[in-house]
């Protein structure tokens, strides 16, 4: 059987076991162009409109994602223009990454938005309370912002009135078993490798397995994984694009408060505690503030958990 017959088997498996769950990751690269956004976002929305296998119904959802983009994703050099279309408007919908500080002097969360530009926009405690992870990264969202501009205002006149976060919504086990059944171990493999958006057909068996290990700290409880390579290899590459169940952390520096426990004020988990995943890159030139912050992270690798205790001083 050829690789052409090979891939087309593939197709008709995944289009017949796991109908309406299927993206085609050659799309994503028509629509990324333009758009720095994690492709996992760009699925969100393929999935949602391009999820068949009929050629004409990809083609209208096709132009409807490039639609969707070019109105609502927010673009850095047009931010001045969407911020406008928000005021005249009064509300507009968005695709942007969020983040959410609380401003202690003020008791209110507030929201910067990454592409648009704006920070200290205020947003409902019910939206920290409910997405977590708000608080420690940020989230790719559709947001929906509105503008109230009142004279001695405090506050941004920018409110964050709707989020809902691009991420996959709760899976369902028992129909991912199910659907596994009907495909052989190397077939599911080609699958895996297919999701990350690398084309199993031009790799050797070796290669395979190895662009597999990568996923490992995805599904396998406290595993940690150093991978040395050449830059321009794909080592961050899943653990930025592929889930949104992962973060990223780039750069040498970082803080005990930001990757496990902020003991300030009234404290706050850190990126370890909200993501599935934390991910550095260039891991070598890490360093830390904290004097004990190595140590820490030693302790938390061995062992998937960590313990900080705030002592006061003597007479406090």
Request: proline share 3%; with cysteine.
């Amino acid at each position: 059987m050829t690789s052409n017959a090979t891939d087309a088997e593939l197709d008709d498996l995944l289009n017949r076991h796991f109908a309406g769950k299927v993206v085609r990751k050659d799309l994503t690269k028509l629509v990324k162009e333009g758009a720095n956004v994690p492709v996992y976002v760009l699925e969100y929305l393929l999935g949602s409109h391009c999820a068949s296998n009929d050629e004409q119904v990809i083609q209208d959802g096709l132009q409807t994602v490039k639609k969707i983009l070019a109105e609502n994703y927010v673009r850095p050099d047009e931010a001045e223009k969407v911020k406008s279309v928000i005021r005249e408007r009064g509300s507009y919908k968005i695709i942007d990454k969020v983040t959410v500080t609380l401003n202690e002097k003020r008791d209110v969360y507030e929201a910067q938005l990454f592409n648009l530009g704006v920070k200290g926009a205020e947003i409902s405690t019910t939206f920290v309370k409910k997405y977590e992870k708000l608080l420690a990264g940020g989230i790719w969202s559709i947001i929906t912002m509105q503008y109230f501009f009142e004279e001695g205002q405090k506050g941004s006149p920018f409110i964050v009135e709707e989020v809902k976060p691009i991420q996959m919504p709760g899976m369902d086990l028992e129909e991912l078993f199910q659907g596994r059944r009907a495909f052989t171990e190397q077939q599911w493999i080609d699958v895996l490798l297919r999701s990350t958006g690398m084309e199993p057909t031009n790799f050797d068996e070796r290669v395979k397995w190895h662009l597999l290990a990568r996923m490992i700290p995805l599904v396998e409880n406290n595993f940690n994984l150093a991978e040395l390579g050449p830059r321009g290899t794909g080592k961050s590459h899943i653990y930025k694009e592929i889930s949104p169940n992962c973060i990223l952390v780039s750069g040498g520096q970082t803080t005990v408060a930001n990757l496990f426990y902020n003991m300030i004020g009234r404290g706050r988990i850190g990126l370890v505690g909200l993501w599935d995943v934390v991910a550095f890159d260039e891991v070598a030139g890490i360093s830390f503030k904290d004097k004990d912050g190595v140590q820490i992270m030693k302790d938390y690798m061995a062992s998937g958990s960590f313990a900080r205790t705030l002592l006061k001083p003597v007479g406090g």
